[in-house]
T-cell receptor, first 114, second 116 residues
Framework: KNQVEQSPQSLIILEGKNCTLQ??????????LRWYKQDTGRGPVSLTI?????NTKSNGRYTATLDADTKQSSLHITASQLSDSASYIC?????????????FGTGTQLKVEL | GAVVSQHPSRVICKSGTSVKIECRSL??????MFWYRQFPKQSLMLMAT?????????EQGVEKDKFLINHASLTLSTLTVTSAHPEDSSFYIC????????????FGPGTRLTVT
């Protein structure tokens, strides 16, 4: 069964600090891995997408890593801002006959405080 | 860009009534749209896959007669929650897969349904 697990479940950090969110997955056959940011009451917004051959990808203050051998990914946020407070969801895509099928993690709830 | 809109953003209805939620791809054509449900502090759960011009494919455990899906054009899919009950109260999110995007899904902003 395809699964995506994220840790920690929730996290509180001070503004300006860095943090790293983790994602472990058992999804096969692997197609790609995405990190999304979901603000409360809003739909998810894509931050990064990585395929099997990519180890790292950056989008501004967000840097995602992927280790396809250990099936782990991380999302590093630098110099956090209050607006970074949101749920961060790891989504792994499996390639099926009917197209990509997504498996969602339960998300890490990040709160950035003054 | 690839913008997906949903309407309404919030709806409150009485138990037993039906509610229709629209999902539109504003600047691209989407042969496939997806409907998700999200309960508080939980992840998105796929309800059904909607293909333009054909019947939707429902995930196991999702009642197709209760959640009617119509994908009448390449830019519009609708989800109708029939005979809504309080347990149907949830956050409903659609996504649209852009033609030729390699499977990329673009998510709408969601619709908060509250059944009283």
């Amino acid at each position: 069964k395809n699964q995506v697990e994220q840790s920690p479940q929730s996290l509180i950090i001070l503004e300006g600090k860095n943090c790293t969110l983790q994602c472990n997955y058992t999804v096969s056959p692997f197609s790609n891995l995405r990190w999304y940011k979901q603000d409360t009451g809003r739909g998810p917004v894509s931050l990064t997408i990585m395929t099997f051959s990519e180890n790292t990808k950056s989008n501004g203050r967000y840097t995602a890593t992927l280790d396809a051998d250990t099936k782990q990914s991380s999302l590093h946020i630098t110099a956090s801002q209050l607006s970074d407070s949101a749920s961060y969801i790891c989504v792994v895509s499996a390639l099926t006959g009917g197209g990509n099928k997504l498996t969602f993690g339960t998300g890490t709830q990040l709160k950035v405080e003054l | 860009g690839a913008v997906v809109s949903q309407h309404p953003s919030r709806v409150i209805c009485k138990s037993g009534t039906s509610v229709k939620i629209e999902c539109r791809s504003l600047d691209f054509q989407a042969t496939t749209m997806f409907w998700y449900r999200q309960f508080p502090k939980q992840s998105l759960m796929l309800m059904a896959t909607s293909n333009e011009g054909s019947k939707a494919t429902y995930e196991q455990g999702v009642e197709k007669d209760k959640f009617l899906i119509n994908h009448a054009s390449l830019t519009l899919s609708t989800l109708t929650v029939t005979s809504a009950h309080p347990e149907d109260s949830s956050f409903y999110i659609c996504s649209a897969r852009r033609q030729g995007s390699g499977g990329e899904q673009y998510f709408g902003p969601g619709t908060r349904l509250t059944v009283t």
